[in-house]
C-alpha cells in the first residue's frame, strides 16, 4: 500500500497473489520459479489456465485467481450511460502494475507522458512474417496432385503464382508448403479434406489452423492481442504495429507484418477491416472444420478429457464460441466422428475412434445421427 519499489516488483507482486490462493505456505518459491521461467508478470498472466495447472504448485483455485487478474486488467472499461470514460478514472493495470493497459484495449486518449510498456516475452521461435497467403493457400489446395513428396507438389505450384520474378514465385509457394505441410511431407488428409471443402468456410479454417500452428507469431497475437479484446470487438491498426514494435524493436518489416496478421484473420473471415481499424467476435463453428482440428490436436484415437479440448490454444485460436464447444463434441458423437462422451459427476470425457485420415474418410459418407 505504501508503493515502495521493492514491493512493486514482479516477482513481489506475484507473492502477493499467490498468499491469497495458497495460505499458510511460503510461496515466495514458487513465485521465483515462475517469473524467472516466463519472464514477468504480464507474461505469466496471460497464460492458458491449462498450462498454469501444469506448473507444480499451481492448482485450479490458484490459476481462477492469475486468470481472473488477467482478465481485468486487459478488459476494456465499459463506457458510463453517457458513453465517456469517468474523469479521473484509473485502469486496474495501471494502479496494480504500473504499466500502460494492454495495447488491445488503450485508448487514443491516453496521455502522451504515458510511459511505454517494457519489452514483452518472446518465445523461442516466434518470428516476423511478411505475408499471409491464405487467399491462395485456399485456392491451391484443392487443385494439388497426389505426390510422394513437396518437390512434386512444389512444381505443380510455382507455374500458378502470378508473380514475374521467379524468386518471387520460388519464396511464395515456399511460404504456402511449409505452413501447410510442417511434417515436410504431403499431407493426404488436409488435401483430402481440401477437395470436400473447396471454396467453403472449412478450408479457410483450417487452412487458418495450420497457419497459427506453423507461425506462432499469428497464435501469440491472438492470444495476447486480440481475445483480450474480444469484448470491445474492435483494435487500431495502430495498437496492433504498438504491439508488435515490443516484441520485435528493431525490426523493420512491422508495417508488412501488421497487415499480414489482419489479412490472415480478413481471409478467414474471422475478422472486417478498414484503414484505421480491426474489427472481429466469436463466431460459430462449422463442424467438419472443428473435427479436423480436434485430430490435430489430438491424434491418437483415445479417452481425453472434456476440459482438454475446451482449453486448447488450437480451438482458441479459432475465434470459436468457447459456448459452444461442448455442443459440437455432442455433435461429433451424433454423427459418429468421435466414439462417446461421458459427463458423470467429476467426470468428463471424449472418445476418439480415428486419426485424421480416418476421420476425413467419414466425412466424404452422409452424416449417420444416434
Known sequence: M???PVALADEALLELLLCYAIPQRDVQPIAKRLVEKYGNLSSLLSLDAAVLCSEEGIKQVTAVLLKLVDHIRTSPEPPTASGKKKAGSVSVQESLFLEPSHPATSKAEHPPAARAAPPVSKPRGVEVFSKSLLKETAEFLPLLPDAEDLDELREFVRPRFHYSSETTRNRRVNYV?????????????????????????ELRDVAF???CQSEPLMAKAVDEFFLPAIGAGTITREALRAYLRNLFPNSRTLDDCSQAIVEALVTTGIARSDRRSVHFAYREIALPSFAFVLHSVFPEPGMYSLASIELHPAVRHMFWNPDRILPSVYELRNRGLISKVSEIDSVRQFTTKYELAGMVNVLKEPPVRK
Open 2 to 4: 505504501a508503493r515502495e
Open 177 to 201: 508448403l511449409k505452413r501447410m505441410f510442417p511434417g515436410g511431407t504431403p499431407d493426404r488428409a488436409l488435401m483430402q479434406f481440401a477437395k470436400l471443402y473447396a471454396g467453403q468456410q
Open 209 to 211: 489452423h495450420r497457419f
